[in-house]
């Protein structure tokens, strides 16, 4: 199927959105169909024909179909790899209002929508994706008078769910009005959809939009490449597309059991990313979240060893990416490992704790261990 072809918005319509759907693609036994449908009570099925294009149907365990069919798993709350969380990164400490997170002095994020073109089964956002009514009312004026306000902001994110899941006459909106706040330097714009629905990005409105705001303001698109199967042609002529607007493509991976969890799943995901233009950023550790952590987070010396083996086949580029935990009190950079002891540098803090930027962190670290506690 020639898919830069389609609506864009007409195409969401034939998203596979139930067990139902999904039965036409797989075949379930009947107490696992039964449990599936309790996971779809919790995090709604949601998957573009593009993405399921992908999927190898001759394998059961594909990391493709990993990332976007239910699993039983996700029933699973509590377990050896510790306790989950709904809010591991902290947000709601942080939440002022009409969308805005304000957690380390320069930044602001602003949730400007729920919605994505898929609902990723790794979603560390999955409280609120794919849910109506999952955050209170935002106006987005109000987001910017506290940009505004707040001089020491000088970079804006706009995330969700996926900011390109808006119409192209309401992203204009938002972005003519933080092209208006001197003190912002650059907007970043955080999708996934180059990678699970880049239809969206074929859409030209957009495109001249995305380059005309880059000439006012530098503009950065963080998306989210975890295996090099997601690239593909149409993938790849999405994101050179978002790069002839001026725009630098970075990815944002999460290591995953099960899909990117060898040195050469890694190793050939950077290789990959550069070569269609996307500069490898961070890859983070898998979130302790709650229905997320037990299906797909790796220990942390699990991950230190493929990140070390990975980083070991790739050239000055590809190893540029930096190990991540996205932390409560801030990120953490993962270093490695002394003896026992796993090595942390924290690379941002939050507002009012600035003595804790660029800290080094030591601490013994189990076999078994998926998270440090700080």
């Known amino acids: 199927m020639e898919w830069s072809q389609l ?21 379930f036994e009947p107490d696992e169909e039964a449990k599936l449908r309790e996971v779809a009570q919790v995090h709604p099925v949601n998957i573009p024909r593009y ?16 990332m976007c069919f239910p699993g039983v798993e996700e029933l699973v709350v509590a377990g050896a790899m510790g306790e989950t969380t709904t809010d591991p990164y902290g947000d709601d400490k942080h939440d002022k209002g009409n969308g805005v997170l304000h957690k380390y002095d320069y930044t602001a994020l602003v949730v400007v929508t729920e ?6 089964r790794h979603c560390f956002c999955r409280r609120i994706v794919g849910k109506p009514g999952g955050h209170a009312p935002r106006d987005f004026a109000g987001a910017v008078a506290y940009i505004a306000n707040h001089p020491e902001i000088n970079n804006v994110i706009l995330s969700g769910g996926d900011p390109f899941m808006l119409s192209t006459p309401a992203l204009r909106s938002m972005l003519a009005a933080l092209a208006e706040i001197k003190h912002v330097d650059f907007v970043r714009i955080g999708t996934r959809t180059p990678v699970t629905y880049p239809l969206r990005l074929f859409d030209d409105e957009l495109i001249d939009l995305l380059r005309v705001f880059n000439e006012r303001k530098t503009l950065y698109i963080p998306t989210h490449f975890n295996h090099v199967r997601e690239i593909t042609p149409t993938s790849t002529e999405a994101v050179r597309r978002l790069r002839m607007t001026g725009a630098t493509v970075n990815n944002q991976a999460v290591l995953l059991r099960g899909v990117n969890d060898t040195a050469q799943d890694i190793a050939d995901l950077m290789e990959s990313l550069l070569t269609i233009g996307v500069n490898p950023y961070y890859l983070y550790q898998c979130m302790p979240v709650s229905r997320v952590r037990h299906h797909f987070q790796i220990p942390l010396k699990a ?42 540098k924290q690379i941002h803090a939050r507002i009012g704790h600035p003595e804790q930027a660029s800290r080094i962190i030591i601490q013994e670290l189990d076999d078994n261990a998926g998270w440090v506690t700080v």
């Open 303 to 344: 991950g230190i060893d493929i990140v070390d083996k990975a980083r070991a086949k790739l050239n000055g580029y590809g190893k540029r990416f930096k190990y991540i935990i996205g932390h409560d009190i801030g990120k953490l950079e993962i270093c490695g490992m002394i003896d026992n002891k796993i090595v942390l």
């Open 7 to 27: 609506d864009w918005k007409k195409e969401l319509a034939n998203n596979v959105v139930t067990i139902d759907q999904l039965k036409e693609y797989a075949r």
């Open 115 to 120: 919605c994505c073109a898929m609902h990723c």
């Open 51 to 66: 993405y399921l294009s992908l999927i190898d149907w001759s394998d059961p365990g594909d990391p493709i179909r990993r």
